[in-house]
């Protein structure tokens, strides 16, 4: 073999062995990522001592800021005591409500906390916790208006509403022209000065901010048939975790926990 030949075989061979390398490097993270021995989230968050979870902070009384500045609410305090009883700590990071499920998508945090609606098309991509909230979806118009009187008079109105909620799918399918809003003391603002006709949204919070804003010049003429369920929101893969979010929330309703805190911001019951 002439000295060219031995070079251009040494170059021949140290190309393949480098490409073994690599396919074998690949394979190995590939593997790596479905081993048996490879730690679930559950226990990546049990191993990190917190859970974190999005929510949006500015959705009373579900999710807010009490006059202090602090995060509360009803879905706050619930995602810190299923936190506690998987032995971690609840970090809240807020996002707003259309980019909530993108940030879930991303893995910014491990569950999401925020009254979301369990539906089919959601449930195709994402694992829900059972149930913990049930309620029905108002529809709210300015005290004076005599125009609109039931959802299907919502035929050509502009209602204020997140794009990717289930509260804009119902505006949409009774015809209404939808107003992109961030959350939902927006879509009051935008009512009580006119520039939207009416907004869909929970009956709870809507009975929150009658409590807190007695005075706000709002009124509730319709409501869906049916009421919805919402439940915790994961990424699809992680069972284990679910299943140790519904014993913590089961538990919490059998000793009377969820129950105190229901009653802390509904008065009553708002599972069932």
């Not at 299923?82 to 491990?110: C, H, P, Q, S």
């Not at 901010?209 to 048939?225: G, S, W």
């Not at 519904?246 to 009653?263: E, P, Q, R, V």
Request: hydrophobic fraction near 40%.
């Amino acid at each position: 073999m002439t000295g060219t030949n031995r070079f251009y075989f040494a170059l021949a061979a140290t190309a393949l062995l480098a490409f073994n390398l690599s396919a074998c490097g690949k394979q190995e993270s590939g593997n790596e990522a479905n081993a048996p021995g490879k730690a679930t989230l559950l226990e990546t968050i049990k191993s990190n001592g917190e859970i974190t979870i999005g929510t949006e902070g500015t959705y009373a009384p579900f999710t807010f800021h009490d006059k202090d500045g602090k995060l509360t609410g009803f879905d706050v305090q619930i995602a810190e005591e299923v936190a506690k009883r998987l032995g971690v700590k609840a970090k809240f990071i807020e996002t707003n409500w259309d980019g909530m499920l993108a940030g879930l998508d991303a893995g910014r945090y491990n569950m999401v906390a925020n009254e979301v609606t369990i539906k089919d098309d959601r449930k195709a991509k994402y694992d829900f916790s059972d149930p913990y909230i049930v309620s029905k979806a108002v529809l709210i118009v300015q005290e004076g208006n005599t125009d609109i009187k039931k959802l299907a008079d919502l035929k050509g109105k502009k209602s204020g509403q997140s794009l990717t909620s289930n509260l804009a799918d119902i505006a949409k399918a009774n015809g209404a022209e939808i107003v992109q809003i961030d959350g939902f003391n927006q879509a009051i603002d935008l009512l009580t000065s006119k520039r939207i006709d009416a907004t869909i949204n929970d009956e709870l919070s809507f009975l929150d901010l009658k409590k807190q804003r007695p005075d706000v010049p709002i009124k509730v003429v319709d409501e869906t048939e049916s009421a919805s369920e919402s439940g915790l929101l994961f990424q699809k893969g992680n069972a284990d975790l679910v299943s140790a979010v519904n014993k913590a929330l089961a538990d919490m309703k059998a000793d009377g926990t969820y129950l105190n805190i229901s009653k802390t911001y509904f008065g009553e019951d708002v599972s069932k």
